[in-house]
């Protein structure tokens, strides 16, 4: 360090720490070629001439027989010296046996020193006046920003990084790096990996709450319940891997299996309430109809006194007039309550036909049909089918496939706003203008939620980026009424190409991260990934 330090006419401080850089480039992996170089090096500072030559780069090896490089590699050799001589930079020749007999404990130290290269590094490159010197800062900016972006959280930890993280590089930045500096920042660099590894570690243990939250859900649903095959499709979904995407597509499952949930529960409210009232009307049947059979019989009592007392013809007529007339009675009242009670059971039967058709169209929508209800053109599975078929082609003849993922702008906002009957119709006005636009041989698909797929066989990225620029276009040319307003609708989105071999889940992640690019821009844009 004092020959570093200490000045002279030929060996300026740059000259001397570009030797270095040099030296320790060439010669890393050979701790006694490192020693002696070295070495040679410090020497000739202590002679202060650039006139001996220090090697950089290890010398040509000849095989012996006269076949090696030979006296034009030696020539050119020569010559590259010459250019670093004249570039101010030391270079000199010497046979690897002088490295062979370095002393042992030397080399020892030159590995001890290495060892703490770690930290002196840093600041010799940050300091250097080499080549691309002037980029280190802005690297360490770029790679710090990312850390602190990476430790983004509410936790307090992770905010006390990202400050303590800032202050250093700051400091680094402004007064230059040295060894207390660069075993600060590695410190807080283990802290950080450290953070990151426990945030890991807990998104890991979520994804296990979520699978045994599903399985559990699929255990506790009725047997060849509809909701058993949702839970299949999020449990499908989770075992692709922790996304957020994935994630995304579970909760959407989730929200649609409540609110369906939701819808049957009504349903079977109704019916049993229907029940109750019919069980309650049935009661009060059969409560009069016990009252009035009950009066016939004390009036059958009183009947046949009267017969055994009567004494003419004519006082035996009018009892069995009476007789029958009350006969009639009993027996139209009896009717009218068979009839009504038939009724009543006949519409119970029809509140349990509703139910049992209800679950029965859920476990259809589930499992079987390929059409989204709401907007008329493909689902999930839709699109799936489709992308199985465009995939098996492709791999055929390999042609571009282009897989787009589309998402509304504010939707959450709409919904709240104008209400979701406003978002429904949102939906459904992308669905049919994206529709209406596309070539013969593409594909739309509502994914879930607000977001939409688009599959483009035979388009390159550029094609199909214009693709969803033209659509974009075209929607913001366009409003949709709602209750006598109008409604402005714009979408981003994100695009990318298929690759051979993978799944179409981790194609459209790609996509994601390219629809987040452009949600994060501005809106309303297509980005690619």
Not at 63 to 85: I, K, S, T
Not at 96 to 122: K, M, N, T, W
Request: hydrophobic share 35%.
């Amino acid at each position: 360090m004092r020959g570093l330090e200490r000045g002279g006419r030929q060996w300026t401080l740059a000259r001397k720490k570009d030797g270095v850089l040099r030296v320790l480039s060439s010669n890393r992996s050979d701790p006694q070629r490192l020693t002696l170089r070295l070495r040679q090096l410090v020497g000739s500072w202590d002679g202060d001439t650039s006139d001996v030559r220090v090697e950089t780069q290890p010398a040509p090896l000849d095989d012996g027989l006269g076949n090696g490089p030979g006296d034009a590699a030696r020539d050119a050799a020569d010559q590259d010296d010459d250019e670093d001589d004249r570039a101010g930079t030391p270079s000199q020749f010497f046979n690897d046996e002088e490295a062979a007999q370095a002393p042992a404990e030397v080399a020892a130290s030159i590995a001890g020193a290495a060892s703490g290269a770690r930290y002196g590094g840093l600041d010799t490159l940050i300091g250097s006046n080499g080549p691309g010197a002037q980029s280190w800062p802005e690297v360490a900016t770029h790679l710090n920003g990312t850390v602190r972006h990476a430790l983004a959280s509410d936790d307090v930890r992770a905010q006390e990084l990202i400050t303590e993280l800032a202050q250093a590089h700051a400091e680094i930045v402004r007064d230059g790096a040295t060894p207390e500096r660069a075993a600060q920042m590695d410190a807080l660099c283990i802290r950080a990996r450290r953070w990151l590894d426990h945030r890991g570690h807990a998104f890991t243990e979520l994804g296990k709450l979520c699978a045994e939250l599903t399985g559990s859900l699929a255990d506790l649903a009725e047997d060849d319940s509809w909701a058993q095959g949702q839970c299949e499709a999020m449990g499908q979904t989770l075992a692709q891997g922790l996304t957020a995407r994935s994630v995304r597509s579970v909760s959407e499952l989730l929200h649609s299996t409540r609110e369906r949930q939701h819808s049957l529960r009504a349903e079977r409210g109704r019916a049993r309430d229907a029940l109750k009232g019919l069980i309650n009307r049935m009661l009060q049947e059969l409560g009069e109809l016990g009252q009035h059979t009950d009066r016939f019989s004390d009036s059958v009592g009183k009947y046949a006194e009267v017969i055994e007392q009567a004494d003419t013809l004519e006082s035996l007529a009018g009892v069995v007039r009476e007789m029958v007339e009350e006969s009639r009675s009993v027996q139209s009242l009896v009717q009218r309550t068979q009839g009504r009670l038939r009724d009543e059971h006949d519409r119970a039967s029809q509140l349990a036909e509703r139910v049992e058709q209800l679950e029965g169209e859920l476990r259809k929508l589930s499992s079987e049909v390929q059409t989204d209800q709401l907007t008329q053109i493909a689902n999930r599975r839709g699109l799936i089918s489709t992308f199985e078929t465009e995939r098996a082609k492709l791999e055929r003849d390999p042609k571009p496939l282009a897989l787009a993922l589309l998402d509304i702008d504010n939707f959450k906002k709409l919904n709240d706003n104008l209400g979701h009957a406003a978002g429904d119709e949102a939906l459904k006005s992308l669905a049919a203008r994206v529709s209406g636009l596309l070539r013969p041989g593409d594909k739309v698909g509502r994914w879930g939620g607000e977001e939409f797929v688009l599959i483009l066989p035979e388009a390159p990225l550029e094609e199909a980026q214009a693709v969803l620029l033209r659509l974009q276009r075209s929607l913001s040319a366009s409003l949709f009424m709602h209750e006598g307003r109008d409604v402005f609708v714009t979408f981003s989105a994100g695009v990318t190409l298929f690759r051979l071999g993978e799944t179409m889940e981790q194609a459209l992640d790609r996509a994601d991260e390219a629809l987040y690019e452009a949600k994060r821009t501005g809106k309303n844009r297509a980005c690619v990934a």
